[in-house]
Each structure stands twice: as structure tokens, then as C-alpha cells.
């Protein structure tokens, strides 16, 4: 199934013992595969229109009445369109409003650059107390769901739309602000964020093995709270930090890590990520070579802190 159709199963599945759970859209339904949700449960479903403002007005109320409503739309509309909105009505008003951006970073492919999110995570990690989630498969995806159900505040859950892959084992548990260990390693530490990034990162660490060079992979899963005790642990213990994000370096994960290592503890450090640029039209497989988003940057990257290359 593609990671919208586990987005809505997972919302579905939940609703059935929880009466609170809404559906809230801006006409992007079909994108979002809630089509399901709207035909099981058409009284808590809401299409709002093609106005992403509303759907953060619209959510904030009905989370005032006590509801859990999962607002979603394309991450571009959803951070820089309705910032202001989300900033105010639900975060400054501590409101429940569970924000959804799909396509985020190069995942929008055929959208383009103006529908390419290069920067939400950077405007949202400004939002004091907000909880910024970005899991890289199925597994996590409806694990991290149920938890910010359960998780009273307003949530900002990045959701790659098309495609699947098994990362985790459907037993793996999680916890909101605790990343999980991958791979362990003594020379380097991965942490890579995302669909497009977590396997890029277990690639990248096979190819250093190679040349006997190991290397950690985190998957720090949420970027607020960062698991601050997990980075720090890991840099102490391996001394090189590489971080891999699809998204603007400034700003997302490797301005969290670089900021956290820089108060704590002071440690060697390169960034995988989109490089002070603009989207553009392409295949994902394109755009992933393109803005060198790929095991071989990684590599190459995780080599230079090491002063290897």
C-alpha cells in the first residue's frame, strides 16, 4: 500500500473506538487517500475547500470542541501558506490540531518548485512546544499516528504520499522524542530523516563497512523533541556526526543536531541536504542525484568528517 492508503487505514482503525478523530481537507482528498475515511465516517469528515487557511481555522475549532481533527494538504500550503494560522489559532491557543504536509521536499517530483517544501521544517521548528514528526515507513508512520492521537498539542507530521518500504519489523515500538538505533557503529554517526533519507543512510553505512569504516544510522524519527541524550550519546562515542535530510540544511535536522552538539558537546559534523536552493520539475530518482540526496553524498560526506577523503 502506499503511505497515504496506511495514513488513512490507520485514521479509520482508530476512529472505530475513538469518537473524537476527524478527517479535515482542502479538496485534496483523492492526494491524500482519505476518500475511504470520508465514505466510512461522513459526519467527521470536512472538505473545506481550496483554502488552507480555513483548514487550520476550521481544525482549531473543532479541536476547541473537544475533537482530534487531522488537518491535511500538500506540506508546501500546510507551512508556508497557513503558517500564521497554524501558528496562532493552534499552537498559540494550545489546541489539539494534528497538521499533516504530504509531498514534502522532493517527493512533490512532477509538482515543481512551487510545490516543492524545502523549508517547512525550518518555519515549524520556530513554533514554541510543537512536536515535528517525519517517520520513514509503514510501520512508523502508524505507530507515530496512534502516538500523536494520544498526545494532547499540536502536531506537524511530514507524509510521503506514493510508496512503501519496510524499515522496522511490525513489532518495533516507538516513542514521541526517541529515535531508534538502526545500526551500530564506532567511527561515524549517520542521522538520517525520512522516507527518502533513511534508506539512502543504511546504503551508505554498507559501503563504508567496506573499506572498514563503521558507522551508526539513527533515525531520529522526530525532529522536536530531538532525542538530545540518543545524539549526544553518539557523538561521544563515535566523535563524527553526518546528518541527511530532504530538506534546506538550514534550518531542518542538521541545524537541530549542529545546534544541540554545539551547547553539549562540540563534535565534527557534515549535512546531506538540499544546498540554499529552489524545487524544480523531475522524478523523484532525478531529483534524489540532482540535490544529492543519495548513499553515495552520504558516503562522501561521512569520508570528509573523517578526513579519509
Known amino acids: 500500500m502506499d503511505m497515504r492508503e496506511i495514513y488513512c487505514n490507520t485514521l479509520m482503525e482508530e476512529a472505530k473506538t ?3 478523530i476527524m478527517v479535515v481537507e482542502a479538496d485534496l482528498m483523492r492526494a491524500t487517500g482519505t476518500a475511504a475515511f470520508k465514505d466510512a465516517y461522513p459526519k467527521r469528515f470536512v472538505n473545506v475547500g481550496i483554502a488552507e487557511a480555513n483548514l487550520i481555522g476550521v481544525s482549531a475549532g473543532l479541536s476547541n470542541m473537544g475533537k482530534i481533527p487531522f488537518a491535511a494538504t500538500f506540506a508546501c500550503f500546510a507551512s508556508r501558506r497557513a503558517f500564521d494560522q497554524f501558528f496562532l489559532s493552534a499552537n498559540y491557543a494550545k489546541l489539539n490540531v494534528k497538521l499533516v504536509g504530504t509531498d514534502p521536499g522532493v517527493t512533490a517530483a512532477f509538482n515543481g518548485g512551487t510545490h516543492m517544501p524545502f523549508e517547512d521544517l525550518a518555519l515549524m521548528q ?4 510543537l512536536t515535528i514528526c517525519e517517520p520513514c515507513d509503514a510501520v512508523s508512520l502508524k505507530k507515530t499516528m496512534k502516538n500523536l492521537i494520544n498526545h494532547y498539542g499540536s502536531t506537524y507530521m511530514r507524509l510521503q504520499r ?3 518500504q519496510s524499515i522496522y519489523s511490525s513489532d518495533e515500538e516507538f516513542e514521541i522524542g526517541k529515535g531508534k538505533v538502526l545500526k551500530d557503529g564506532n567511527d561515524v554517526t549517520i542521522v538520517a530523516l525520512g522516507y ?13 563497512e567496506k573499506e572498514g569504516i563503521s558507522a551508526a544510522v539513527i533515525d531520529p ?9 540518543l545524539i549526544l550519546h553518539y557523538a561521544s562515542k563515535t566523535k563524527h556526526i553526518v546528518s541527511a535530510e530532504n530538506h534546506q540544511v538550514g534550518g531542518g535536522l542538521g541545524s537541530a543536531i549542529s545546534n544541540l552538539l554545539a551547547l553539549e558537546r562540540p563534535t565534527k559534523m557534515r549535512m546531506v541536504g538540499i544546498q540554499d536552493e529552489f524545487g524544480q520539475v523531475g522524478t523523484l530518482d532525478f531529483l534524489k542525484e540532482y540535490y544529492k540526496l543519495t548513499a ?7 569520508k570528509a568528517v573523517l578526513n579519509k577523503e
Open 18 to 20: 475513538n469518537d473524537k
Open 126 to 129: 520556530t513554533i514554541p512546544n
Open 162 to 164: 506514493k510508496g512503501s
Open 196 to 208: 527518502v533519507l533513511v534508506p539512502e543512510a543504511l546504503k551508505a553505512a554498507k559501503m563504508l
Open 221 to 229: 524519527i522526530c525532529v522536536k523533541p530531538l532525542d538530545k541524550e
Open 296 to 302: 553515495d553524498e552520504i558516503y562522501k560526506q561521512a
